[in-house]
């Protein structure tokens, strides 16, 4: 990320790629069998619900997963694992996400249906805090959350950011879904499962600014030209104060900016940037005539 600042302007330039606005109206889901959680059996497909996603044509966040009607003691022994269709089979973890692993000291039980989703405000590892045996952690939705080592709770993590966006080729085929249980004698099942995708679709953004002379002299009729990453391009022309527009510019994408005048030469006539937000103040200065 870089600042340019111009007629006192700061403009934020951010070439990283950003996530796009999701519509839970765009949502797809997708169901599993139910499983026996294998006890003490480590990480085993057996454990494991075999989730076929078919018919994305779009590309998609996985927006939750679903545990339902899962039933455990002794949460302490557990991890709960996805793994896309280009994962590894379990015992391997390549390309695997953990969705739970609550520490060692945790007692409690797993009893209902248990959703993971960014949206949620906790982690089971913090709902559990504290817990004794007899206890059953409440059903919900909860945030994803890594292994925290010993008795520590786990840093919390995100779907959006661990999975991240996916093409209809990365998202299309065998998703599997799994509980593992890492000592005895505890067992547990999982009813069944399910995955919940969002289509990606591109918010909009604004870009604006002025072309001027050294003195600070709007332009009138310079060009100005925006060309996207893809190389389609599209032009407006300034007014008579200089200024120029352009309107439903999406955002994540890169973009050239590129200024023109017959008459007129520019210090810096090309600009790249990324858009995240509306840009305001996106300026160019004349060299002269």
């Not at 990283?16 to 999701?22: H, P, T």
């Not at 519509?23 to 003490?40: C, K, L, R």
Request: aromatic letters at 8%.
């Amino acid at each position: 990320m870089f600042f340019l600042t111009s007629k006192g302007k700061g403009l934020i330039f951010s070439f990283l790629m950003v996530l796009s606005a999701i519509g839970a109206a765009n949502a797809q889901t997708f169901n599993g069998p139910g499983f026996t959680i294998s006890d003490g059996g480590g990480r085993v497909t057996a454990s494991c619900s075999l989730v076929p996603v078919t018919g994305i044509t779009s590309n998609v966040l996985l927006r939750s997963v679903s545990l339902n009607s899962a039933s455990h003691s002794w949460i302490g022994d557990l991890e709960a694992r996805i793994y896309p269709p280009a994962a590894a089979a379990p015992p391997s973890i390549t390309n695997s996400f953990v969705l739970t692993s609550p520490p060692d000291s945790r007692g409690c039980n797993l009893s209902g249906n248990y959703r993971f989703i960014d949206t949620a405000t906790q982690s089971i590892d913090a709902a559990s805090t504290g817990c004794t045996s007899a206890q059953n952690i409440a059903a919900g939705d909860y945030r994803t959350s890594t292994y925290g080592g010993g008795t520590a709770n786990g840093p919390l993590t995100s779907l959006s950011t661990s999975v991240g966006s996916l093409t209809p080729a990365q998202a299309n085929g065998n998703w599997r879904v799994c509980v593992f249980d890492f000592a005895t004698p505890d067992g547990g099942s999982v009813g069944s499962t399910s995955l919940d995708f969002a289509v990606v679709t591109a918010a909009q953004a604004s870009i604006n600014g002025r072309v001027t002379s050294l003195e600070g002299r709007g332009i009138t009729g310079a060009k100005v030209i925006l060309t996207d990453s893809s190389g389609n391009s599209r032009s407006v022309v300034t007014n008579s104060f200089g200024m120029y527009s352009f309107d439903e510019v999406a955002v994540g994408e890169t973009y050239v900016v590129t200024v023109a005048h017959k008459r007129y030469q520019f210090q810096n006539p090309t600009q790249v940037l990324s858009v995240s937000e509306n840009i305001s103040g996106l300026n160019f200065v004349s060299t002269g005539e």
